[in-house]
């Protein structure tokens, strides 16, 4: 069964913070409040990073599940993902939506009310929830909850790492409207030197795709 486009759209929103914070972890921050904050300081040091993932849409009171993998990469203000065959591609200006089954792209501008960047979303995030380390029953497992003080886009997020190695194991997300995610990352890689023209679409290598631009 294909995933739905409103899911899918719901799971691109939350990659996007996921790589934000994908970082190496450090542990030695006194609060989870210090922590996050120095996780985003951490992510803004890398020249780039791609990641590999695993996600799992769980619906519990309609009892649905669906799995489905993904990659992502960004640089900066410019991102790329693909998902269950829809690839976002943004240079930070130029958001370019391609649906690849369907043969079709929609390019928009990117603007401060749209703009979906890693960046912006995860500093947007940390000026908006609380965050506090909770203990789980796997003693090398350190769980940090974040709460939305502000909007209720999500109930919780629960990020599950090694307290050894400070290696993200897992990311469970909870929906306001009941639907959760959960991703666990599967490859993980930083400083890899992506080239600018990896986040712009190039319409001579899809010479068959409907271009609908939107700007």
């Known amino acids: 069964m294909t995933m739905n486009y409103e899911i899918n759209l ?3 929103k939350y990659i996007l913070i996921i790589i934000g914070i994908l970082t190496s972890i450090s542990l030695s921050a006194q609060t989870a409040e210090e922590y996050l904050n120095s996780v985003i300081e951490k992510h803004k040091s890398y020249d780039d990073i791609s990641i590999v993932f695993n996600c799992k849409v769980v619906d519990t009171e309609n009892g649905y599940h669906e799995s489905t993998t993904g990659h992502a990469s960004m640089k900066g203000d410019s991102y790329i993902m693909n998902i269950e065959g829809q690839e976002m591609i943004c240079n930070g200006e130029t958001l370019w939506t391609h649906l690849i089954y369907d043969e079709e792209v929609m390019i928009s501008e990117v603007t401060e009310d749209n703009d979906s960047s890693p960046l912006a979303i995860i500093n947007s995030f940390s000026e908006n929830v609380t965050a506090t380390f909770i203990e789980g029953d796997d003693t090398d497992i350190k769980i940090i909850e974040i709460k939305e003080i502000i909007d209720t886009t999500f109930e919780k997020v629960m990020l599950s790492f090694n307290k050894h190695n400070s290696n993200i194991k897992k ?10 995610f959960i991703y666990e990352i599967t490859d993980f890689k930083t400083n890899q030197n992506l080239p600018d023209s990896m986040f712009i679409f190039d319409e001579t290598m899809h010479p068959n795709v409907e271009v ?4």
């Open 10 to 12: 719901i799971m691109k």
């Open 212 to 215: 609908i631009d939107m700007r």
């Open 171 to 180: 990311i469970h997300i909870f929906i306001s409207e009941g639907n959760e």
